[in-house]
């Protein structure tokens, strides 16, 4: 009776959970760092090409937390296409070449034929 009970209890959860709005469900989950406003407000900021850093520290979360905002891991919003920012790919230095002679295992197969 009383596993019958939790179950019934869970699904009740589960049904009003679905019914209840983005605001209610902010309220019932204390442990978020930002209200859907400052979310959003850090999309905007992404947008607008802020560094996560900086962004980070005016709202208090870390980086981190910026990055996932970024890829709609976390405080996704619907209507917004993600990653928010795309990352920027670092310049590589071209590495030194060296010709084939000098290297090892052509020199084996060179005589091994």
């Known amino acids: 009776m009383l596993i019958l009970l939790q179950k019934v209890d869970v699904v009740m959860f589960v049904t009003l959970a679905l019914f209840l709005n983005a605001e209610w469900m902010s309220i019932l989950n204390m442990?978020?760092?930002?209200?859907?406003?400052?979310?959003?407000e850090v999309c905007i900021e992404l947008r607008s090409g802020t560094t996560r850093a900086k962004i980070a520290e005016e709202f208090g979360i870390s980086s981190a937390?910026?990055?996932?905002?970024?890829?709609?891991?976390?405080?996704?919003?619907?209507q917004l296409r993600y990653p928010i920012i795309g990352t920027v790919a670092k310049k590589r230095t071209?590495?030194?070449?060296?010709?084939?002679?000098?290297?090892?295992?052509?020199?084996?197969y060179q005589q091994m034929n």
């Open 31 to 40: 442990n978020r760092k930002l209200t859907r406003e400052q979310a959003e």
């Open 94 to 108: 071209p590495k030194e070449e060296y010709p084939i002679e000098d290297s090892y295992a052509c020199n084996a």
């Open 65 to 78: 937390l910026v990055q996932q905002i970024n890829s709609g891991k976390v405080y996704r919003i619907y």
